[in-house]
């Protein structure tokens, strides 16, 4: 028999970034694929899943208005990359036989649904995977306060923050040899310290609400399973 779920419904942020695999930009097929099936193994588990995912591959607001662009601009631009990356996340969850939903919060009704809250959750009780695309909606956001403000939304027990490192460390371990991995540290000392787990903004949201968010690294195969089933892999963030 599978290991008992830790959770019963879980909020998944992946940053863009990931899907790009080995490439420099766009969308790594391969990856894709390989993340999805992760997914899947989780939801045959009987938990309920919602995934937020970035779109920094395609484009990232601050970087094209760094190159001269209107910032909010270049934000709508970074959100409709979300879309782009949301479709192929959808797609490759369905060859999977999963029954999905991208939920955008940018109308653009031919591929995804609008996002009303009460809808959302629903697909969730009906075990469809729900992926959020559109970030906020809004310029000057970014995907991980999306991800904070959609997993308060909708209840989550917990926003997983899928990343390239296993989890939040005391310094950038790709340059301090001495830096080491919390277990667990609290929303204040991230605040405080500036630790690098999400935006302040995404980080306060979470704290207000008393969201728990694990970091953890998605490069290695089967860890979204390792976190929902409860091993203490990565670093907790919590009171
Ligand atoms: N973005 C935005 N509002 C949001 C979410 C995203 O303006 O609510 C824009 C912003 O320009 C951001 C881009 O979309 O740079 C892509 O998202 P993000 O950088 O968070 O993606 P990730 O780094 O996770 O790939």
Request: hydrophobic share 45%.
């Amino acid at each position: 028999t599978p290991p008992l779920p830790a959770y019963k419904r879980i909020l998944l942020k992946l940053s863009g970034e990931f899907l790009e695999g080995k490439r420099d930009f766009g969308i790594d097929p391969v990856t894709v694929q390989e993340v999805a099936e992760q997914v899947r193994d989780v939801h045959q588990l009987g938990i309920e899943l919602a995934l937020v995912v970035g779109g920094g591959n395609i484009v990232r607001g601050a970087e094209a208005s760094a190159a001269g662009m209107d910032r909010a601009s270049a934000d709508y631009m970074g959100m409709l990359a979300t879309v782009i990356n949301s479709l192929a996340l959808q797609n490759a969850l369905e060859q999977l036989g999963l029954a999905t939903r991208v939920v955008s919060a940018i109308e653009m009704r031919q591929v995804a649904e609008p996002f009303i809250p009460r809808r959302a959750v629903r697909h969730l009780e009906k075990g469809r995977v729900v992926i959020f695309a559109g970030g906020t909606g809004s310029p000057f956001f970014t995907t991980d306060s999306t991800a904070a403000l959609r997993a308060c939304e909708i209840k989550a027990d917990v926003l997983l923050k899928a990343t390239k490192v296993d989890g939040v460390y005391t310094a950038d371990p790709t340059k301090d040899a001495s830096a080491r991995r919390y277990t667990h540290v609290t929303y204040q000392q991230v605040l405080e310290q500036g630790l690098n787990v999400m935006d302040a903004s995404a980080i306060a949201l979470c704290k207000d609400n008393g969201l728990p968010i694990i970091v953890f690294d998605l490069l290695t195969k089967g860890n979204i399973y390792r976190v929902v089933t409860g091993e203490p892999i990565g670093t907790l963030v919590s009171i």
